[in-house]
Structures are given as structure tokens and as C-alpha cells.
């Protein structure tokens, strides 16, 4: 069985790109999903004088673990001002301070999403530059637009996007 590592740029509670990030990774077959919620890793604003005075931080340790044990990640990224999430970006930086291969050379099919009408589109821009420069490879990406309008418990309702994630899908799971 492949683990799967399904996980939302965010720290909110109620954080719409971990439900899509799960709701995803859940669709794909003979396949284990891990969860990494971002409020289950105490991980600080990264420094470099944190850093030298502390090292790294157990947390971040423990991520990375997570990472190297995943066969294949599902990514959503939630975008404020245009870019990451603060508690995102700092995982990140801590992450590539441990290893600059953060997302381990495997599959992963990258997505965003927003309760407006671009979906995430400019971090997700960001991250398809960046995230293979970091180890990504990038099957594929998806940006689901209007969350509430798209998505209930039963996954994507417009059927024109359901389409053109399960073709993502596919090849994702192809990959792994």
C-alpha cells in the first residue's frame, strides 16, 4: 500500500485546502493517507538566529520524517496576500534547513484553493516554480475556484472541474 501525504498550507482549523488536500488523496487507490496538519507540528517563524541558539526544532524533525516515509503527496496550498501562508512559509524554510530536497523527488500533485473566484491561483503559480527547485516533481496542478461553491462533503460539484481533477488524478496515481 502507498502512503500518501495529503496536506493544507494553512493552520486554520477549518482549513479548506486540508479538506481538499484529503478529499483527494482519499480518491486514489490501494493507497494509505497521511494527514499533516500544520496545528500538529509546533513549528516557530524561521530565523537563523533561532536557528544557531536552538537548532532545529523537534517538530520540524518529525515533519520530515513524514515526508521521507510518504510515497507520493497531495498538496493544497491556501494563499494570503498573493503568496504562502506564514505558518506554510515557515515550515517550509525549516524544512529546507534539514534537507533543500523538502518534498523528496516524489510525485505530487499540487493544488490550491480559495473561497474566490481565482482559487489560490498566485501561490500556486509561486509553488510550480519553486516546489521542483525543492524536490517536487509536479504531475500535475489543479485550482478549484469558490470552495463554497464547488465543493460539499460528497467532493467537487462542478462537473466540468470534477472532470479535469479526476484526469489529474489519474495520472498522480499512475505515478505512484
Known amino acids: 500500500m502507498k502512503k ?10 477549518n482549513s479548506i485546502n486540508k479538506a481538499l488536500a484529503t478529499y483527494v488523496a482519499n480518491q486514489l487507490k490501494s493507497s494509505e493517507v497521511l494527514v499533516a496538519d500544520l ?3 509546533d513549528i516557530p517563524i524561521y530565523g537563523i538566529d533561532l536557528e544557531n541558539e536552538e537548532g532545529i526544532p523537534e517538530d520540524v524533525t518529525r515533519l520530515n520524517a513524514l515526508f521521507e516515509s510518504a510515497d507520493g503527496f497531495v498538496v493544497s496550498l491556501a494563499e494570503h496576500n498573493g503568496s504562502y501562508t506564514a505558518a506554510f512559509k515557515s515550515a517550509y524554510d525549516w524544512l529546507s534547513r534539514v534537507d533543500k530536497n523538502i518534498w523528496k523527488e516524489k510525485p505530487m500533485l499540487l493544488m490550491a484553493t480559495s473561497p474566490g473566484g481565482r482559487g ?3 501561490v500556486l503559480e509561486t509553488a510550480l516554480v519553486t516546489f521542483p527547485r525543492m524536490g517536487a516533481e509536479v504531475i ?9 461553491a464547488n ?3 460528497d467532493g467537487i460539484t462542478d462537473k466540468d472541474l470534477k472532470s479535469d481533477l479526476k484526469q489529474k488524478l489519474q495520472l498522480l496515481q499512475k505515478r505512484i
Not at 500535475?140 to 463554497?148: H, Q
Open 120 to 122: 489560490g491561483m498566485s
Open 140 to 148: 500535475a496542478s489543479f485550482s478549484l475556484p469558490s470552495f463554497n
Open 4 to 13: 500518501i501525504v495529503a496536506l493544507g498550507g494553512s493552520n486554520s482549523k
Open 151 to 153: 465543493f460539499s462533503k
Open 39 to 41: 496545528n500538529d507540528y
